[in-house]
């Protein structure tokens, strides 16, 4: 199983990104998919979630500004950025927990990360 992560880039304060992350592979079902961020001398944090129904939950600092999408058909997540700030500044990941076979356990997934960088 492969998660591949695409979309970052250099963008302007205000400005718009979008992310997304593919899973690949033997995968038999994907539950919950979500977004992390790790900026530089900080731990890892949560950006924003979404179960296999469309529920979705977001960091503080980013609700109003992100959203997060999936599809289910391409087992794909998104992540819309706009209204970008410097303090977005960050490697983002994505993870997925996921099931290989049926009767396999939920696993949690992650993928290479891409940088997102927020200046003027």
């Known amino acids: 199983v492969q998660l591949q992560a695409c979309g970052g880039g250099l963008v302007q304060p205000g400005g718009s990104l979008r992310l997304s992350c593919a899973a690949s592979g033997s995968i038999f079902s994907i539950n919950d998919m979500a977004w992390y961020r790790q900026a530089p001398g900080k731990q890892r944090e949560l950006v924003a979630a979404?179960?296999?129904?469309?529920?979705?939950n977001y960091a503080d600092s980013v609700q109003g500004r992100f959203t997060v999408s999936r599809d289910n058909a391409k087992n794909t997540v998104y992540l819309q950025m706009n209204s970008l700030k410097p303090e977005d500044t960050a490697v983002y990941y994505c993870n997925a927990q996921l099931r290989i076979r049926s009767w396999s356990p939920n696993l949690i997934y992650w993928g290479q990360g891409t940088q997102v960088t927020v200046s003027s």
């Open positions: 979404i179960t296999s129904g469309g529920t979705t």
